[in-house]
């Protein structure tokens, strides 16, 4: 977009979440959806630009770990009650960012109902790094 870098931080904005407040009650533009044409039409006193986000998660498309449609990874109670995971976990129910395959965990974007952001991403990183740790301890007896 043309002056983008000029008015990077004040003007043009990547995270509406983040930023949006700052334009309460004014007119701001949402370029990248296919309306990239609209900052030249009105006056706008801010733009966000949203360009997409595709999951890369192809590699897990022979595996028994579900995505939805857009190829973001279920987890937890994200989960469909009707799946195949049911029968895999036995007589429990996936942890919070345990996938349809018990013991793979996924945190961060590439998740379904992620809040795509960086601290949430951060946070869902250690949790399911702590909940690896409880997923081990709970097999350890079994082995
Ligand atoms: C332009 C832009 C502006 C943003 N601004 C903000 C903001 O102001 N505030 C905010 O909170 N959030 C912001 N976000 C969102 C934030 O960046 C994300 O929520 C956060 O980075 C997600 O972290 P993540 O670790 O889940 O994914 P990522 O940061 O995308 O990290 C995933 C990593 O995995 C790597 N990878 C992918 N596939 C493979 C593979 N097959 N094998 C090995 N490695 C792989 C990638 O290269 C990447 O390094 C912004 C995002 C964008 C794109």
Redo the contacts with the bound molecule.
Sequence with gaps: MEGEDRFLGNGVH??AA?DGPFYKGQHVAVPGGGNSAVEDQVHVNGAFIF?GLEP?TS?LNDTDVELNRAGFILTGHNLPADSAWVDRFESRLPLMFETSVPGIFAA???RESST????A?AGEGVTAAMLVREYLKGIRFKI
């Design positions: 990547y995270c983040c360009i890369n590699f961060g974007d590439v795509r952001q960086v601290a991403a």
